[in-house]
């Protein structure tokens, strides 16, 4: 069983910056990839960003050079800093992890607005 917690979200401006935590229960999760995903109104989730266990990572094109992910295992948690935001990526940001099955946290809003 593996429960996953987002935090970090809030309101910036266009241009800002935030970091996404994504903290999880849990030793086996330092083993697994862990995905970040966004989703907003009225559109399909879409993939952002994943780490693998090997801190191998994938980014959407459209966050390259602007989006950093990272682990660290110590603290069981990863993170998505998020540079130079813009306002169509403002949506709901989940993390997730596959361990036999899919585990999602509650997600965590990112409102990028002026």
């Known amino acids: 069983q593996v429960q996953l917690q987002e935090s970090g979200g809030g309101l910036v401006q266009p241009g800002g910056s935030l970091r996404l935590s994504c903290a999880a229960s849990?030793?086996?999760?330092?083993?697994?990839?862990v995905t970040w995903y966004r989703q907003a109104p009225g559109k399909e989730r879409e993939l952002v960003a994943l780490?693998?266990?090997?801190?191998?990572?994938r980014y959407q094109d459209s966050v390259k050079g602007r989006f950093t992910i990272s682990r660290d295992n110590a603290k069981n948690t990863v993170y998505l800093q998020m540079n130079s935001l813009k306002p169509e990526e403002t949506a709901v940001y989940y993390c997730?992890?596959?361990?036999?099955?899919?585990?999602w946290g509650q997600g965590t809003q990112v409102t990028v607005s002026s």
């Open positions: 780490i693998s266990s090997r801190d191998s990572k």
């Open positions: 997730n992890t596959k361990v036999g099955r899919d585990y």
């Open positions: 849990g030793s086996i999760f330092r083993l697994t990839t």
